[in-house]
């Protein structure tokens, strides 16, 4: 079985050990298939670690989405961004994109709270709450922009810089060719 993909989870490729302290640890390729990782984390969770569910984790229930939004926005949008796309966190390290991660990997991360993630606990977020904030994410990456460019849905402030600086090259060119005519 080929690899795992390189995408950021607790499970798809490993920090440890870390060739050198850092603030954020790089990322390597997986060492382990499919079938080895699915026997380490039988093996973790033999020992009490947490369970993930198996089956569909994520709905494309309106209402579910809405909720998971909601959630989204109070528990993970400070450190992912609304956009999922992730984001600078302090001391140089950074909370990861979430458009490559796949729903396991996701609701893996809730779980165990790898490097600066906080552990969501079932007390904290319910698991239907935690599928809730998954069909978030997932209806996040299948929509499209709706309104032309997008800039990687990144927010209004690169969007504004790249409208003021069209606008100053066009008052240039403008400037220039009123100088031309004179």
């Known amino acids: 079985?080929?690899?795992r993909s390189t995408s950021r989870s607790p499970r798809a490729g490993?920090?440890?050990p870390l060739a050198g302290q850092a603030a954020q640890a790089a990322r390597k390729p997986p060492k382990f298939t499919d079938d080895q990782i699915t026997q380490l984390v039988a093996y973790v969770q033999s020992y009490g670690g947490?369970?993930?569910p198996t089956?569909?984790?994520s709905s494309t229930d309106k209402d579910t989405i809405a909720e998971g939004g909601r959630l989204f926005r109070l528990n993970c949008a400070a450190c992912h961004a609304f956009s999922t796309k992730g984001?600078?966190?302090s001391s140089g390290k950074t909370a990861p994109n979430l458009n490559d991660a796949t729903d396991k990997q996701i609701y893996e991360a809730m779980l165990t709270g790898p490097e600066n993630m906080p552990v969501f606990a079932n007390n904290q977020l319910t698991p239907d709450e935690k599928k809730a904030i998954l069909s978030y994410v997932q209806a996040q990456k299948a929509d499209m922009d709706q309104g032309g460019?997008?800039?990687g849905r990144s927010g209004p402030v690169p969007e504004g810089l790249v409208i003021f600086v069209i606008g100053i090259i066009a008052l240039l060119f403008v400037t220039l060719w009123i100088a031309g005519k004179s």
């Open 1 to 3: 079985m080929a690899p």
């Open 14 to 16: 490993c920090h440890w």
């Open 50 to 52: 947490p369970e993930v």
């Open 55 to 57: 089956g569909q984790l």
């Open 87 to 89: 984001g600078a966190l």
């Open 149 to 151: 460019f997008g800039i």
